[in-house]
């Protein structure tokens, strides 16, 4: 069992940065591929970004890439997304996940934490 707890998440100006960290308890998050996703109102939850369990190897959303950056700090148990050049349209409640294997599909992750929200003012 893995808890996860997302922060960072607050209002910006468009263009501007915002770090988002999620902690875990109770397992290492070494064990798992975690990814950050993002849900908007009356929409589906959509796939950010992915960090692989022993590579460290990532993976964005087209419409993140080259802006966002996701990391894992082992030592901390933690994992974050460093989002650069804010745009409106990533205004949305981003939460961290958990996943056995790699996959950008959000039924395929196990744990999930409770989200946090961005907004980004244009």
């Known amino acids: 069992q893995v808890q996860l707890v997302e922060s960072g998440g607050g209002l910006v100006q468009a263009g501007g940065s915002l770090r988002l960290s999620c902690a875990a308890s109770?397992?290492?998050?070494?064990?798992?591929?975690m990814g950050w996703f993002r849900q908007c109102p009356g929409k589906e939850r959509e796939f950010v970004a992915a960090?692989?369990?022993?590579?460290?190897?990532?993976n964005y959303a087209d419409s993140v890439k080259g802006r966002f950056t996701i990391s894992r700090d082992s030592a901390k148990n933690t994992v974050s997304l460093q989002m650069n050049s804010l745009k409106s349209d990533d205004t949305a409640v981003y939460y961290c996940?958990?996943?056995?294997?790699?996959?950008?599909?959000?039924?395929?992750?196990?744990?999930w934490g409770q989200g946090t929200q961005v907004t980004v003012s244009s």
């Open positions: 996940a958990a996943a056995p294997f790699y996959d950008q599909r959000a039924d395929q992750y196990l744990y």
């Open positions: 109770g397992r290492t998050l070494r064990t798992y591929v």
């Open positions: 960090i692989r369990r022993s590579t460290d190897s990532a």
